[in-house]
Every structure is written in structure tokens, then in C-alpha cells.
């Protein structure tokens, strides 16, 4: 049986959810890459990092510790329960990336404790020129309409973005959520909040496409505090863009759409088909990459798990190699946006 799958838009029957899945063939799914080797040309990636004492509402006591859990890529810290993501940036910058970071700013007249961040003014006064990938990290700044189409070209361009949420990441259970949440839409993704500590196994049949180039030579990969990603099928078909979904979540999943309020968190559900822990997207010339929680990449000793477990390092080198890479303007691509599923091999 072929392992991929075309997962139509579902369609309301009464008060049921159908889906309608049939089985392509696997030369008209999907071009890429034969090997995840990084970029012959070296690939400029950028970390947008929150402002500084906006982070860590769930754990942090001070204002250091608030900029702490912001996962900035200069953070050396190998202490036990670290939020660094130095090692993922040295591990980049060793296999031929130039790395750079861009932190949001603190909001005027706030000389100390929680602030809330300046958004960066993509497509103002910063320009993204020059940059190849475009991490969206730790930032929970409110983005305007303008400041999100300077991103969108850039990815329909031939850039490259990836999206890693966690509530750690802001002030409260939906800042970073919220602010990830007006460039996803452009993509039919929506992000979720914290729930959930897992791994994903190749062995247990949980890579439901085992041969992509994200999974290349990665068995299992783990988080601790996960932020799945929800593919909104029709929403991605109408803007173009094609989802491949690569591992699904598992147990519930805590939305981030829905009735609550401020320092609340949002209801839980059962986990579907839809909910990534990763994903892979193509929208234009360019590649979006969904990863479902920041502690995979820590540094070692990293709270809840980091870089040296599992197969965790060689996950990051796949995503931002598949990031870099912008899709050939020769390929195929199954018209106007589609969601792929893979079957899990227990099922073939």
C-alpha cells in the first residue's frame, strides 16, 4: 500500500465530521530532496527572540529568569533544567549556517519586572533581505497586518520559516501562542498551548511518513510541555498552501481557540488526525516547518529534555536543512493545497 495519503477537506454531515481518503500515487505527491545534507551555500538563519523579562510566567521568579526562558541562542547555561538554545546554534553554525538573532523590545516604561514585547518591524525598519530561514521562537509580541505580509513574502519567496511555541515563551497561557497565531493563519496552521509530555517513536509506528527528509536518520524525538500545531485543511487549500502532516499528538490537546480568559487556559480535547507534532508545509516557493515543543532543542541538562537526547540533534540538522531549501518552481505539487497524511506502516 502506498504510505501516503490525500486527506480531503471535512465536510459537515448533521453534527458528523467526514473525511474522504484516497490513496496517490507516489510520484505525483510531492519533490523532495534526496538527502537532507545541509546547503552546499551557506544559509542564513535568523531567531526571533522575545523582549526581555517576557517570558517564564509559569515558573520564573525574577526579571533574569523571565528573560531566562526565552531560549535565546547565546545561552551558554548547562545547568539542570536550562531553557539555552546555544548548542543548537553551535550545532547549526558547525555544519555551515551563519546564525544571527533579533530580540523584541521592552515596551516603554517598563524599567523592570514583566513586560510585554515591541513586535520586530519586518518589512520596516528590519528587513528580512538576506536571510534564508526565519525562526520564530521565543517572540510573543502582537504583529501588525504589515509586519505579517513581510513574512508571508518571504516565505512564498523561497524562504524558509520555522514555528516553535511554548507557554514559557510569554506572560501567560496564550501570549506566544497568540502571537505565532496571525502568521500561521496565512498558512490554514493554528497553534495550540502547552499540554502533554511525549516521545515519538519510529519503532511504535507514530512517523506516519518515515521516509521524509525531516525524519532522515531520527528513530525517536521528544518534548516536555508540547505545543501542537492544527492543520486547518480547508483553510490551507484556499490559501495554497500544501500540509504534509509527519507525526500526530497524542492524548488531548489544549486549544487556543475557545471561551477563556486572561491567565486562563484554554479547553482541552481529544487529539486528531489534524494536530501535528511536526509538519511540513510548502506555500509558494517556500517551506514551513511546525515543531511541537522548544525543550527539544535545550542545551544538554535542559529542562524536561534537550539536544543530546534521543535523536533530538539530528531532528534539528533535518529541520533547518529542509527549511533552507526553497521548493523548484518545476514541482508538482497536487494543484491548490492539500493536506497529506501518511498511513502508519502497522496499518499497510
Not at 50 to 75: I, M, P, Y
Not at 86 to 106: D, H, I, N, P
Request: hydrophobic share 45%; glycine share 12%.
Amino acid at each position: 500500500m502506498n504510505p501516503m495519503a490525500r486527506l480531503a477537506p471535512a465536510r459537515a454531515h448533521g453534527s458528523a465530521r467526514l473525511l474522504r481518503v484516497r490513496s496517490l500515487c507516489s510520484a505525483a505527491v510531492l519533490a523532495v530532496p534526496a538527502a537532507l545534507a545541509p546547503p552546499a551555500a551557506a544559509k542564513s538563519v535568523l531567531f526571533v527572540r522575545g523582549a526581555d523579562r517576557s517570558g517564564g510566567f509559569l515558573e520564573a521568579g525574577d526579571d533574569s529568569e523571565r528573560t531566562e526562558q526565552l531560549a535565546d541562542v547565546d545561552n551558554q547555561a548547562t545547568f539542570g533544567g536550562n531553557h539555552g538554545w546555544f548548542e543548537l546554534a553551535e550545532t547549526l553554525r558547525g555544519a555551515g549556517y551563519q546564525v544571527s538573532q533579533v530580540k523584541e523590545s521592552v515596551e516603554p516604561g517598563k524599567p523592570n519586572g514583566p513586560t510585554d514585547g515591541v513586535a520586530v518591524d519586518f518589512g520596516g525598519a528590519f528587513s528580512l533581505d538576506g536571510y534564508d530561514v526565519v525562526v520564530m521562537g521565543s517572540n510573543n509580541a502582537r504583529y501588525s497586518p504589515a509586519q505579517v505580509d513581510a513574512l508571508e513574502s518571504f516565505v512564498r519567496g523561497g524562504g524558509g520559516a520555522i514555528f516553535i511555541s511554548d507557554a514559557n515563551f510569554g506572560s501567560d497561557w496564550a501570549d506566544a501562542s497568540d502571537s505565532d497565531q496571525p502568521f500561521l493563519d496565512r498558512f490554514g496552521l493554528v497553534v495550540n498551548q502547552d499540554r502533554g509530555t511525549y516521545a515519538i517513536e519510529q519503532a511504535a509506528g507514530e512517523f506516519l511518513l518515515p521516509d521524509h527528509p525531516l525524519l532522515r536518520g531520527v528513530d525517536r524525538f521528544d518534548g516536555e510541555g508540547v505545543t501542537p500545531i492544527t492543520v486547518d485543511a480547508a483553510a490551507a487549500a484556499a490559501a495554497g498552501v500544501t500540509v504534509e502532516v509527519l507525526a500526530t499528538a497524542e492524548g488531548s490537546v489544549r486549544r487556543n481557540r475557545g471561551p477563556f480568559g486572561a491567565n486562563q487556559r484554554g479547553p482541552a480535547t481529544p487529539a486528531t488526525a489534524e494536530d501535528a507534532v511536526l509538519l511540513a508545509a510548502q506555500a509558494g516557493a517556500g517551506r514551513v516547518v511546525g515543531l511541537f515543543d522548544r525543550n527539544t532543542f535545550f542545551n544538554r541538562n535542559g529542562a524536561g529534555t534537550d539536544i543530546d537526547r534521543l535523536d533530538n540533534r539530528q531532528l534539528a540538522l533535518n529541520v533547518f536543512a529542509y527549511a533552507a531549501v526553497p521548493e523548484p518552481a518545476s514541482a508538482a505539487l497536487l494543484g491548490a493545497g492539500a493536506l497529506l497524511l501518511g498511513r502508519r506502516r502497522s496499518a499497510d
